[in-house]
């Protein structure tokens, strides 16, 4: 169970293009889902957090009009890159946390998507 | 920024060694998570060791927590080549946001046959 699916897993465009990421909870329903991003041979650098219904919450330095997150239901939440240039490409990666029924919320680890690799011409 | 902090930045032993990696944090937590990554992958999610925990075992894998010293250890014993990945320490704490988790910098470890 907790299986999250992220799509597209590879991309390459040309400069100037926008990029819809996705990152779907195919098994359970997502109460939060955050966006990293990763260098190579580097940790994950949280980007924002996303809960259904609401807008994204945005760590400090991350541009939103840059990378707009919608999180239309508990299952989907989408990352786009507009106006995508060189220095955006990287690993993206997202991650689902199940809504809680009992338990503790921080007891719940998180559950990450496959990533996708963004390469920008 | 970073908070965690692991060593070795990168660890390579023989198959049936154990491997250690350390992880060191600034802040507060109120659980401390491992996770493993392959090559080119997502995270999956190892173990989970809460504040007032000292010391959990799951399978191969034995993690210790030192909020004293704002350290965890993550232990995998018997290692076998397929455990070659990169292990990153997270803590967690809980924000208006939800369950906010901070990476360290992350352990590669290569298991030879």
């Known amino acids: 169970g907790a299986v999250v699916s992220q799509h597209p897993s590879w991309v390459i465009c040309k400069s100037g293009t926008s990029v819809k990421i996705e990152c779907r909870s195919l098994?359970?329903?997502?109460?939060?889902m955050f966006w990293y991003r990763q260098f190579p041979k580097q940790s994950l650098m949280l980007m924002a957090t996303s809960n259904e219904g609401s807008k994204a919450t945005y760590e400090q330095g991350v541009e939103k009009d840059k990378f707009l997150i919608n999180h239309a239901s508990l299952t989907l939440s989408t990352l786009t890159v507009t106006s995508a240039h060189p220095e955006d490409s990287s690993f993206y990666i997202c991650?689902?946390?199940?809504?809680?029924?009992?338990?503790?919320?921080?007891?719940?680890?998180?559950?990450f998507g496959d990533g996708t690799r963004l390469s920008i011409l | 920024s970073q908070q965690g902090e692991e060593d070795p930045q990168a660890l390579s032993i023989q198959e049936g060694e154990n491997a250690t990696m350390n992880c060191s944090y600034k802040t507060s937590i109120n659980n401390l998570q491992w996770y493993r990554q392959n090559s080119g992958r997502g995270l999956v999610h190892l173990i989970l060791?809460?504040?007032?925990?000292r010391e959990k075992h799951s399978g191969r894998l034995r993690v210790t927590l030192d909020t004293s010293k704002k350290s965890s250890s993550l232990l995998i014993t018997a290692s076998r080549a397929a455990d070659t990945a990169s292990y990153f320490c997270?803590?967690?704490?809980?924000?208006?946001?939800?369950?906010?988790?901070?990476f360290g910098t992350g352990t590669q470890l290569k298991v030879e046959l």
């Open positions: 991650s689902a946390s199940l809504r809680p029924g009992t338990g503790d919320l921080l007891d719940q680890p998180q559950h």
């Open positions: 997270a803590t967690a704490r809980l924000t208006g946001g939800g369950n906010k988790l901070t």
């Open positions: 060791i809460r504040s007032n925990e």
């Open positions: 098994d359970f329903q997502a109460t939060t």
